[in-house]
């Protein structure tokens, strides 16, 4: 299974408030959305916000705020299920 390195392009974008890492993320997963997603599930938070003040949408799913691309490394096995693999959880 391919081994994905997700990486934010804009920590300061307000929208990163939904979310409880802001670093880098190396997950094993079959595609991008998969890997997105289990992103998504291990990092994302509700925010508040005030009434007619918008909504903060989940960084991991939005190409303009993390990068996603497919890594060799060594240290990370293909083998195995989804999964994040860095940080460490």
């Not at 999964?83 to 959880?89: A, D, G, M, S």
């Given at each position: ?73 060594e240290r990370y096995e293909e083998k195995g299920p989804t ?7």
């Open positions: 299974m391919p081994i994905w390195e997700l990486t934010p392009v804009d920590p300061l974008d307000p929208n990163w408030e939904a979310s409880s890492h802001l670093g880098r993320v190396i997950v094993r997963a079959l595609n991008e959305d998969a890997a997105r997603d289990q992103a998504e599930t291990a990092f994302g938070v509700k925010t508040r916000f005030p009434p007619g003040a918008g909504f903060k949408a989940p960084p991991w799913k939005r190409p303009a705020l993390v990068r996603a691309e497919i890594i060799r490394d999964e994040i693999l860095f940080p460490v959880l």
